[in-house]
């Protein structure tokens, strides 16, 4: 992302969870993001009203594409951090836990351009690597399993590091 190239850190995490809130919001879901040079393209399912109920009345599912450019990102990261400990008691943050935790990932392994869809609570990224050896795909996989380990272990990558031989009081 162009927003970021040059920092020392491509908080992919930041964004990543900001897009999950955005989504969550949204109520989408089945969703592909492609990176591209100034954002993201994202696709999902919208569901309008009762969509898999038993009733006579079923709502409908729409396909929705959506561009994420570079400024709409800083605004939902300016956003979800005004909003962060302010979060309603129950509401449902699926995208938001789970696309932070894969940015923390793709934060570390630093890659060229991201690929990402998600089914049924499951990833599967399509990273580019370039490096010495030229460049290559990789793909990644992230059960939902997987997301909800690496969720559960967020509190303990938080933690500041503890000093040898000191007590914290």
């Known amino acids: ?3 970021y190239e040059g920092s020392p850190r491509q908080d992919f995490e930041e964004v990543f969870r900001s897009i999950g809130g955005h989504l969550d919001a949204l109520g989408m879901r089945e969703i592909l993001l492609l990176e591209v040079d100034d954002g993201f393209i994202l ?8 969509v898999g109920t038993w009733s ?8 929705q594409i959506m561009e994420l450019r570079d400024d709409e990102l800083s605004a939902f990261m300016d956003e979800a951090l005004a909003a962060r400990g302010k979060g ?13 935790v894969i940015g923390r990932y793709l934060d570390e392994s630093k890659p060229r351009d991201i690929f990402l869809f998600e089914q049924e609570g499951s990833y599967v990224l399509r990273l580019l690597r370039i490096d010495q050896l ?8 992230f059960t939902r399993d997987d997301i909800v380990q690496m969720i559960a272990s967020g509190p303990v990558l938080r933690t500041p590091v503890q000093k040898a031989g000191t007590k914290r009081g």
């Not at 696709?43 to 009762?50: C, I, N, S």
């Not at 030229?134 to 996989?141: F, I, K, Y």
């Open 1 to 3: 992302m162009r927003i």
């Open 43 to 50: 696709q999902g399912l919208a569901f309008e009203g009762d």
């Open 56 to 63: 006579d009345s079923v709502g409908h599912v729409r396909k």
């Open 88 to 100: 309603k008691p129950g509401a449902p943050d699926t995208y938001q836990s789970a696309l932070r």
């Open 134 to 141: 030229g460049a290559r795909h990789e793909l990644v996989e």
